[in-house]
């Protein structure tokens, strides 16, 4: 069992952030002028309740996802494109209430959507930190597990920011990443947009990290395990 950890950080926001024109998604993807710059529908509502539908359930299958964690309790997540807390709140409550989970978002409408749900629902073992495209502003060493969905093809240099995740982790961290399948599905981005299964693992060798398990529930989507490097070889 790891030190304990402060119960608030402060996470990292600049209000002068640069932020690369790029796009994000939990579903069917579309570029048109109803669109923000993050990929989020301007239509917010009528977004979140397909991001968070009975559709979206059947295929990610999040309880599941989460149970193939195996998170125990007081540990430490840093969940990595956390949106408005689809996977969020089921972390929390994996980890219970000694554990915290980190959900770092670059979009401040989901993490203020976020916050009204942590506290509506009383959760308190949940810190929002606002990232950036390059940098999820988490603190090293701090998580058992880093936690990523459908976003990591999203980042503008994958190296880098696998890079600054393992620095993120604990010695015998993990880091987990689910994202979608190459060829066509009905959900997900456009091809030219993904990161397939072979270039991730590929990316994530480079950097250092091992395949340590693989899951092939999600009937659209890779989820793969990976360990990263001891300490001193960083």
Same mark, same amino acid.
């Given at each position: 069992?790891? *030190? ?25 993807? &579309? &570029? ?6 993050? @990929? ?12 968070? @539908? =009975?559709?979206?359930?059947?295929? $990610?299958? =999040? ?10 309790? %007081?540990?430490?997540? *840093?969940?990595? %494109?956390? %949106?408005? @807390?689809? !996977?969020?709140?089921?972390? *929390?409550?994996?980890? %219970? ?22 506290? $509506? ?11 950036? $495209? &390059? ?18 093809? &999203? !980042? #503008? ?28 599905? #009905? ?20 950097? @250092? ?7 092939? !529930?999600? #009937? ?15």
């Amino acid at each position: 069992m790891h *030190a304990a950890l402060p119960r608030v950080f402060v996470g990292v926001i600049l209000s002068s952030m640069k932020r690369a024109d790029t796009h994000r998604h939990h579903g069917a993807h &579309h &570029h048109d002028h109803n669109r923000d710059h993050y @990929g989020n529908p301007k239509d917010l509502k009528a977004y979140l309740d397909r991001l968070e @539908g =009975p559709a979206r359930k059947e295929w $990610q299958k =999040p309880d599941v996802v989460v149970r193939s964690l195996r998170l125990k309790p %007081g540990q430490t997540v *840093a969940e990595i %494109g956390s %949106g408005p @807390g689809y !996977f969020t709140l089921r972390l *929390a409550k994996a980890v %219970g209430k000694r554990g915290r989970v980190f959900a770092a978002e670059v979009e401040p409408k989901m993490i203020a959507i976020l916050r009204d749900r942590l506290e $509506q629902k009383k959760v308190t073992n949940v810190t929002p930190v606002l990232a950036s $495209q &390059h940098d999820s502003h988490l603190p090293a060493g701090l998580a058992d597990v880093v936690f990523i969905v459908n976003t990591f093809h &999203h !980042f #503008p240099n994958g190296s880098a920011y696998l890079r600054a995740l393992e620095a993120c982790l604990m010695p015998d961290g993990r880091l987990v990443n689910i994202d979608f399948r190459e060829g066509d599905l #009905p959900v997900g981005p456009p091809a030219d947009h993904k990161m397939s299964r072979a270039d991730f693992l590929k990316l994530a060798k480079a950097v @250092g990290f091992t395949l340590a398990a693989e899951h092939t !529930f999600l #009937p659209y989507q890779y989820f793969v395990e990976l360990r990263c490097r001891p300490l001193k070889a960083r």
